[in-house]
């Protein structure tokens, strides 16, 4: 008889399989694990008679998914933006407030000031909010430093949040986020500096897993962009972009040209750029806490997306500035209310295309053989209710890797 780790039994599958329709829901299904990974996700009655585990738990039809991933955050960060959302509430335009020193500039002073291990504390209730509902892989971004010392501590410290958690940290180097205060008005000396010093730095010291950057007509030009992006190119590192947030320079078009696994925002991008993205699998990441947060009145073009074939993903984008977000299910009733996503898609949308965002659909996103046996299991009666329901919580348990952990914390 072949002995497994773990078998889960008695529950309800969304196992996100493209092998499957939908959402690839089994009604009585089985997942049963050994070293961590699956080695079996689907009806109950065709699991191999073979398996055995000593240790068994009986769901009582409660409804398991992949683990939630969280595709799109700028987690790790010194101080908070709270004032300056009074400030814009009582009145204040936003060029007032970066004019007074605030904005990014705030930010990226009081992360400057911060060292690892002050950013990764700073940091935990952020990433522990996620866990909590079920999150299982969070990217996080650099960006706050725009210089070497603290662009590397960013990343370390987001290194350092996957060693306190049991969760999976994939980090994106975004030193082309905006123009350091100290070189306002010469973006062109500072993508030198990302191209030349630090970034060959930071692929190096292998603390970057993707390069992202910020191209718009408030940081930079799409030849600046793509100046960075061929740089990564020839350091082995594949690309992601904020793209087309603002207005349209075309950035869809230029992610899919690099090949990058995800083009991000994509309010203002055209049909052009969609279809391109499509033809180069480039996942388009919608990010509605931003949307919402700015007071955003352009939606992402979702129909140009379907019409075309675009996988779409959803995500927090939780940061200080326009979008201090820690909750993945608000973010997808989000999606469904302002951008009108499906169930389908909203669901799909932090388990299977998030994980494709990554490049790490082979190792998660779906209950498959082979892949990390990463779940969330819920107290809910139907999938629907995980992005029907606004601030309540029904995850029931956690795994991650084939084991639960940290519950006596309250980390499920």
Same mark, same amino acid.
């Given at each position: 008889m072949a002995s497994v780790d773990h078998i889960w039994h008695g529950c309800r599958l969304a196992t996100l399989s493209p092998s499957r329709q939908g959402l690839g829901l089994v009604e009585d299904g089985l997942i049963a694990a050994a070293d961590g990974r699956i080695v079996y996700a689907g009806p109950a009655a065709d699991a191999p008679l073979s398996l055995d585990a000593e240790q068994?738990?009986?769901?009582? &039809? +409660?409804?398991?998914?992949?683990?939630?991933?969280?595709? /799109?955050? /700028?987690?790790? %960060?010194? &101080?908070? +933006?709270?004032?300056e959302f009074e400030q814009r509430l009582a009145g204040a335009s936003y060029e007032e407030i970066a004019r007074a020193g605030g904005g990014i500039v705030s930010t990226v002073k009081a992360t400057r000031q911060a060292d690892t291990e002050q950013l990764m504390v700073a940091s935990l209730p952020r990433l522990d909010a996620l866990i909590a509902e079920g999150v299982t892989t969070v990217e996080i971004k650099s960006g706050y430093g725009l210089e070497l010392d603290t662009e590397r501590r960013q990343l370390q410290a987001a290194r350092k949040l996957g060693a306190k958690r049991a969760v999976s940290i994939q980090t994106t180097f975004l030193g082309a986020h905006t123009v350091p205060p100290e070189m306002k008005?010469?973006?062109?000396? %500072?993508?030198?500096?990302?191209?030349?010093?630090?970034?060959?730095?930071? *692929?190096?010291?292998?603390?970057?897993?993707?390069?992202? *950057? =910020?191209?718009? &007509?408030?940081?930079?030009?799409?030849?600046?962009?793509?100046?960075? =992006?061929?740089? !990564?190119?020839t350091l082995g590192l594949p690309v992601r972009l904020h793209a087309d947030q603002l207005s349209n320079l075309h950035g869809a078009a230029l992610a899919a040209r690099f090949g990058a696994l995800s083009a991000d925002h994509l309010e203002y991008a055209?049909?052009?750029?969609? *279809?391109?993205? !499509? +033809?180069?699998?480039?996942?388009?990441?919608?990010?509605? &806490? *931003? =949307? %919402? =947060?700015i007071r955003e009145e352009k939606a992402p073009p979702i129909e140009s997306m379907r019409r075309h074939g675009a996988r779409i993903a959803l995500a927090t984008d939780s940061n200080p500035g326009t979008s201090p977000l820690t909750s993945l299910l608000l973010a997808m009733n989000m999606g469904a209310t302002l951008f009108r996503l499906t169930v389908d898609e909203c669901i799909s949308a932090v388990t299977r295309e998030a994980a494709r965002a990554l490049g790490r659909f082979d190792d998660i996103g779906s209950l498959e053989r082979g892949k990390y046996c990463d779940l969330a299991i819920w107290n809910i009666e139907r999938p629907a209710e995980l992005v029907y329901r606004i601030g309540f919580n029904p995850l029931h348990a956690r795994v991650w890797h084939g084991d639960s952990h940290a519950v006596a914390a309250g980390l499920l």
């Open positions: 068994r738990t009986n769901c009582d &039809g +409660r409804w398991i998914t992949p683990g939630l991933v969280d595709c /799109h955050t /700028h987690l790790v %960060y010194g &101080g908070n +933006r709270a004032q008005g010469n973006s062109g000396a %500072y993508i030198d500096a990302v191209c030349n010093a630090m970034l060959p730095q930071i *692929a190096a010291a292998g603390l970057a897993d993707a390069v992202d *950057a =910020f191209c718009e &007509g408030i940081a930079f030009s799409p030849e600046e962009t793509a100046r960075v =992006f061929a740089k !990564a190119q055209d049909d052009e750029g969609i *279809a391109a993205m !499509a +033809r180069a699998g480039t996942i388009a990441v919608v990010l509605p &806490g *931003a =949307f %919402y =947060f």
